[in-house]
């Protein structure tokens, strides 16, 4: 079965400064992708970005890119010029073959003005 | 229209009541979902419809019974909860055509079991 951690329950950052948000997975499927959801306060789940397994370069969305290293199974969120509104809890998701999503058990990022 | 809808907000109800959640998307998505997430928890996936038809239940109890009635509806009915079935129930759709595409997850319905 497949397995997301993140080791980071909390984290801060400084507004305008770098964060980076861990995760780890296991998965004995060769074909998958990987998410990362921000959930703000108001609790609607949003996509911050995505990684298909079988691309090596790693995806970029605006100010939000991952670090993804397939053979260590390792998938990190950077978020650069961080903003108040990048405070939220942030899922590290895995999407199996057969369509189910496993989430891990969150980190949630506070922005310090 | 680019967004999952669920009815009620919130919804109270007692152990012996009968009440539904409704999630609706017109963005032609043929593939839906249904999560329960508690508080500083991650959502959990409960059940799966693809094509209307249902997919993955995930050992849910029978007191929770899906309804997909067309592509565009999702319910889900309850009766005989439990105060532990208390928690935010996350509606959620994805378009079946690309495998890249992620789920578009609705605003929840936050249910108070009492």
């Known amino acids: 079965a497949q397995t997301v951690t993140q080791s980071q329950p909390e984290m801060s950052v400084q507004e305008a400064e770098t964060v980076t948000l861990s995760c780890t997975y296991d998965t004995s499927e060769s074909d998958y992708y990987l998410f990362w959801y921000k959930q703000p306060p108001s609790r609607q789940m949003i996509l911050v970005i995505r990684?298909?397994?079988?691309?090596?370069q790693n995806a970029t969305e605006n100010r939000f890119s991952v670090n993804f290293q397939k053979a260590a199974k390792s998938f990190s969120l950077k978020i650069s010029d961080s903003q108040l509104g990048d405070a939220a809890m942030y899922f590290c998701?895995?999407?199996?073959?057969?369509?189910?999503?496993?989430f891990g058990k969150g980190t949630r990022l506070h922005i310090l003005p | 229209d680019t967004e999952v809808t669920q009815t009620p907000k919130h919804l109270v109800m007692g152990m012996t009541n009968k009440k539904s959640l409704k999630c609706e998307q017109h963005m032609g998505h043929r593939a839906m979902y249904w999560y329960k997430q508690k508080a500083k928890k991650p959502p959990e996936l409960m059940f799966v419809?693809?094509?209307?038809?249902?997919?993955i239940n995930e050992s849910v109890p029978s007191r929770f019974s899906p309804e997909c009635p067309n592509s565009s509806l999702l319910n889900l009915h309850l009766h005989a909860l439990q105060p532990e079935d208390s928690a935010l129930y996350l509606c959620?759709?994805?378009?079946?055509?690309?495998?890249?595409?992620?789920?578009?997850f609705g605003p929840g319905t936050r249910l108070l079991v009492l």
């Open positions: 990684q298909e397994a079988y691309k090596q």
């Open positions: 959620a759709s994805r378009p079946t055509g690309d495998p890249r595409e992620t789920q578009y």
């Open positions: 419809y693809s094509y209307e038809k249902l997919s």
């Open positions: 998701a895995y999407r199996s073959r057969d369509d189910k999503i496993i």
